[in-house]
């Protein structure tokens, strides 16, 4: 069991019904895995993002805020607390699932492809 994050913009979130149009998906949190992040090597819609890094810097702007699959607003600082917790884990999807796949600089588990 796991549970998918998406990151969405304040500006783009209508006021009325908290809906948004434009919702891209930073990853999944699934137990005894590290943190499976998405990756967006030439997506015209996304950023380019090929590392934490890249996301660590396209969440600082302060009109991007994080949901999970369920609709919760999680804060910043509680999503990037899991990350790190996540790290400890002995599975890492990237380096048991190469096609696609890739780790970044810091060993985080990064898939290119569609993922549920």
């Not at 607003?73 to 048991?96: C, G, P, S, T």
Request: with cysteine; aromatic share 16%.
């Amino acid at each position: 069991m796991g549970t998918n994050y998406y990151m969405q913009y304040k500006s783009k979130t209508c006021k009325c019904c908290n809906r948004t149009d434009k919702q891209t998906h930073i990853g999944k949190s699934s137990c005894g895995w590290t943190f499976s992040f998405k990756g967006y090597r030439e997506d015209y819609n996304n950023p380019k993002i090929i590392s934490f890094s890249d996301w660590f810097n396209t969440l600082k702007d302060e009109d991007a805020y994080i949901i999970n699959e369920y609709n919760e607003i999680v804060e910043k600082d509680d999503f990037f607390k899991l990350i790190y917790e996540k790290e400890k884990e002995k599975n890492n999807h990237a380096k048991q699932h190469k096609d696609g796949n890739w780790l970044d600089e810091q060993g985080n588990s990064f898939s290119g492809g569609e993922f549920s």
